[in-house]
């Protein structure tokens, strides 16, 4: 959460218009996360750590590199190593996939919130959590496709990436993309980077002996707002699971689609024909013929 | 409860022991408060009425325990009435000439026992339903703990917890129609625990002649 300038085009929980929606021209961000040049270094945990003062937790050791096993509450910038043996050769892969919110155009957990401006996505396609809206029911991890957004336990509220708004929304680059070394981070507006890793991607695939080599900004979820350039964009799920087809879940959709609409459609039928059977009808019988049974048809 | 004990002065027959009507209040008022609260976490036309009940965290925190309270009320109606609520073959009848009921008819109708047949659909489908809200509604309690593999538990129960909640609102509107508004006796029935001997020939006569025995003269 942040107190940026930035102006909203979707609310969770919202009735009625949203009032940034069409009123800023701004340019969609993007992040582009080359897994082909990243070393594993963690540089971008850090950085992420420190710009957004995050109080430290406990690691895990497990004689990998794997520091913990996944994002949390207060660690939302996780490197993800994994080895893979390649199928055309037999030689060892190590892979590293820098793991965060994916941003998506079109948001499960934003879709699933129930709780009135706990969850926005700004004009510039950055979806941010503000916890003081929030109410703490956990929707959002259900809407997820990623399983990103994580529970604080004490207070009960939800955080996760923020793509550093306040830092985005001052005109600088997300903290984890400043530290990179190698260079494998970059940021912009999302047609250049989709410019910039269908580039790369190509000289992957003709030059460097990965012709399945591709970008990763999946359609499902209405594209990501962080993209990646992978080695073999067909098997996406090597990078530590990242799922080849996301999608808000079906029961998501049914729920705040069609079973939103029959049963206001019910309820309100219910209620309007109750109140006209009792006009049509009314009661069975009067209290008066249970005092004077001989009135009544008993 | 003895039947001789069911027939009281002045006309009158106990139809609800005050454990019976102690239960029914306790999940009255409980599946009020959830209804409302669950009504603001539904829409956002109406998060406000989250509002009234303290803010929607706080509702949030304690939805999950009225839904215990719920749970258990509904639980000891089971262990009450679930004898009671067998499908017979009066009801078979009955459900034959629900047009009739519901036109005011009664005179049509096969003489229904201590319940007919609408109101024991009514008892199984809060029945089971509170038994889906229950399973589903653990499972929306504590998400963060359900693992990724797993995720299909909390995919299923965000569908299931609303279309059973939904049912219910279906069930708890006739329910409050018929209780209220069209038998009249039967919401002070509820209250007090006693019908009109009246009340009990038009619309459970089954029930009246096991009470009060075909022959008898109930005493004055």
Sequence with gaps: MSQAILRVQKISGHAGSVPGEGTQREYTVCKLIDTTTCIGCKACEVACMEWNDLPFGETVFDNTYQTMPETRWNYWNLILFNEHVREEDGSLMWLMRKNQCMHCAEPGCLAACPADGAIVQYTNGIVDFQQANC???????????????????????VFKCTLCTDRVSEGLEPACIKSCPTGCLH???????????????????????????????????????????????????????????????????????????????????????????????????????????????? | MNKSEQILPHGHLLRYALKERLTHWVAAGAYIYLLMTGLAFWSPWLFWVAVIFGGAPVSRMLHPWAGLIFFAAVWY????????????????????????????????????????????????????????????????????????????????????????????????????????????????SVIRGDVSIAFAKRYHPGWYKEIVGESSTPRK
């Design chain 2, 77 to 188: 109606m089971y262990v009450m009435w679930a004898p009671q609520m067998k499908h017979t073959d009066v009801d078979k009848a009955w459900w034959k000439a629900v047009r009739y009921y519901s036109t005011n008819q009664d005179d049509k109708m096969p003489p229904a026992g201590r319940y007919n047949a609408g109101q024991k659909f009514l008892f199984w489908g809060f029945f089971w339903s509170a038994v889906a809200l229950l399973a589903s509604g653990v499972v929306l309690w504590f998400p963060e703990y359900i693992p990724w593999n797993l995720r299909f538990l909390r995919y299923i129960s965000i569908l299931i917890h609303p279309a059973a909640a939904l049912f219910t609102i279906g069930l708890f509107l006739i329910h409050v129609y018929m209780g209220v508004f069209a038998e009249r006796g039967a919401f002070g």
């Design chain 1, 135 to 157: 109410i703490g029911c956990g929707y959002c991890i259900t809407g997820c496709p990623f399983d990103i957004p994580k529970m604080n336990p004490k207070t009960h509220r």
């Design chain 1, 187 to 298: 940021f912009g507006s999302k047609d250049d980077m989709l410019d910039l890793a269908g580039k790369r991607a190509k000289q992957l695939r003709e030059h460097s002996n990965f012709p399945h080599a591709g970008v990763y900004d999946p359609p499902g979820v209405g594209g990501t707002g962080v993209i990646y350039v992978l080695h073999d964009a067909t098997k996406p799920e090597i990078y530590g699971g990242l799922p080849s087809d996301p999608h808000v879940p079906w029961t998501v959709k049914l729920w705040k689609g069609p079973l939103k609409w029959l049963g206001n459609v019910a309820m309100v039928g219910g209620l309007i024909g109750l109140f006209v059977h009792y006009l049509r009808f009314g009661p069975k019988a009067r209290e008066e013929e249970d005092i004077n049974p001989s009135g009544g048809k008993p």
